[in-house]
């Protein structure tokens, strides 16, 4: 099941599947690591539409709950 990065709790890691937004952020996120079969895993979940951490090849990033809605994940295999 594929579902929007967003809807991570703490503490979970996914994988990423596909990211689902204008180019200049498509290009901006992949930067920043997610791309497809990255592992992400939320570190810290903020209120409803606020921002969250997520921790992606090494580094902790902060995403606006709009923009983690654009990464499409689903279940990570460990």
């Known amino acids: 099941m594929v579902y929007p990065l967003n809807e991570l709790k703490a503490g979970e890691t996914a ?28 570190v810290l ?8 951490a997520y921790l992606i090849r090494g580094r902790l990033i902060g995403l606006r709950a709009s923009n983690a809605k654009e990464v499409l994940v689903r279940a990570a295999k460990l």
Do not use: Q
């Open 15 to 42: 994988e990423v599947v596909w990211i689902i937004c204008e180019p200049y952020m498509a290009e901006h996120l992949k930067i920043l690591g997610f791309i497809s079969n990255e592992l992400v895993t939320c």
């Open 45 to 52: 979940k903020g209120r409803a539409d606020s921002m969250s």
